[in-house]
């Protein structure tokens, strides 16, 4: 069999601009002429008809994600607006074909006598696709719901759009930088008019908001965060949830809640206002403890104070674990320099997964962009590309983006992490997101050997996905795992008894951490159920609702909350995910390299894609049903 090739990037501003038309163009015009014969030929066996489907879906999933990829990072503007545009075309081809009478036929009520399992359970899928997409509806309502999917399409990439173009700064007087490391300050001079530019870019707001003991410092950046986006994106999330609810209604659900989490483990929208209530009642004590030792710590500071809001917490938090557990974040930061932790999460995860990284020199969208083949026992499992560092234009936060899908015969898995941490030292929030976003990496490349593309990858149900990547966030806490990678300015690892420090340190602001999630998942569900006329003041109160810890006042962070195209009303997904992470996380034990844990872990989790209901997953894996126990221990501190 001949080596499956990964793709080939173009080398100039014209091929980019090729690559980003006329892939997705000619990928169009061969699922056309898929649907064609799959309407024409009635006759085709089901097991044909599936494949030829396969054969559509494959060309969507692969122009659909290089669209996204070079949206949201290729750093010339003319690319991007191209590629946002051939997205906008692809997504509405994907819901057309949901709505079209003469491609269900070909499904609807299929004999399934002959098809294997996988077959039976993509044909099963499909069904229920074109069912969610409106395809029994009459004409009007199949024409409205076609009008309001497409539309969802253009809203949701202006308001990422929005958010990726949204920078803000502020200027401070340079004593305003009390507390930030050296190295910091010696990035940040002041310029002519003596004062100094902080951005809302993760190297900048990372380092103030847990480091500078300036409140007004903190707040004015926490702030200007706060408002990325706004007022641009106001109407846009307005006209978003509208057109959500609208469609939803026509299809016959409840609410877009309930739309969306049809598919998934939840089960319906009903259960997540339930699952939010079992969070609340397992964080709220705890979180009652934790927040009166912020405000007394807070009053240190500033005696008038009379509570702790968003911008004091990551400070605050960071003070007390250093006062009372001997954790400097400062120190800590000192051992994690970009250019150690970026080979030491390659090697990690490579021994974890019995696969190595090897770079490949290959023209890509930017100079910062690391690709690596990943290769087990001389075979080329996929390739990975890594663009880890910011710059106007692209996406703000940090995520992993597929690439190619992964199909036995056809084609090898890649994806792409799209982040914005610093060049120089980080701190060890910074690497626990890198091992998080990683841990979605892998599970693309090493899910990515299957038949079928809609089996292929990262592609369980969605309140799942999360569960591997927050699982790998373990080996971020793990002092042995820490002492390969780090360094000192001396040249010394991290040493044992201060990662042991930092972890029972970790457990002080546990619980607020979950109300603060729990703000964003009740923020993220309301919004779309609800549907509050005043998104500020609604968005305001869940957050003060959810948190003893308030949120600034009079600010839009509901403009610049990303997830609310991709997660709609399902933010509950992290918390969902974290509890079978945690249960996840026992298996191994006090032994995170344990080979043969690892071994199961891949093979009956990871490299199984979307074949199997994630709850069977985790059963395979565990050898019983996930429970709730290991993440109330871990929330306890235990």
Known sequence: MTALEPLAFPTDLDGWLSFATDRATERIARVRGVDERLAAETGLPVRERLALWNDAEIALHEATSEAYVLSESHPDESVRGAAESQVQALEALAAARLLDRGLWAAFDGADTGDLDAEEQRLLAFV???????????????????RELTDRDTELGLAFSRSIRDGRREIRVEPAALAGLPDDFLAEHPAGDDGLVVLTTDYPDLMPVREYATDRGTRTALVAAYNDLAWPENEPVLAELLAVREERARLLGYTDWADFETEPRMIGSGAAIPAFLDRLDEASRDAAAAEYPLLLERLRVDDPDAEAVTLADFWYLASALKAENHDVDALEVRSYFSFDRVLPGVLETTGRLLDVEYVPVGVPTWHEDVHSYDVVRAGERLGRIHLDMHPREGKFTHAACFPLAPGIVGRSLPEAVLLCNFARGLMTHDEVVTFFHEFGHLVHDILGGAQRFVRFAGVATEWDFVEAPSQLLEEWAWDAGVLASFTANADGDPIPADLVARMRVADGFGRALEVRRQLGHANVSYHLHVDRPADLQAATERLYAASSPVRPLPGLHPYAGFGHLTGY??????????LVIARDLLSAFGGDLMDPEVARRYRREILEQGGRRDAADLVQAFLGRPYA???????LAGS
């Open 127 to 145: 069904q229920r696709d074109f069912r969610r997409g409106g395809v029994a509806l009459d004409d009007a309502a199949r024409e409205r719901v």
């Open 568 to 577: 709609g009303a399902c933010y509950y997904t992290y918390q969902w995910s």
């Open 628 to 634: 709730f126990d290991a993440y109330r221990d871990w």
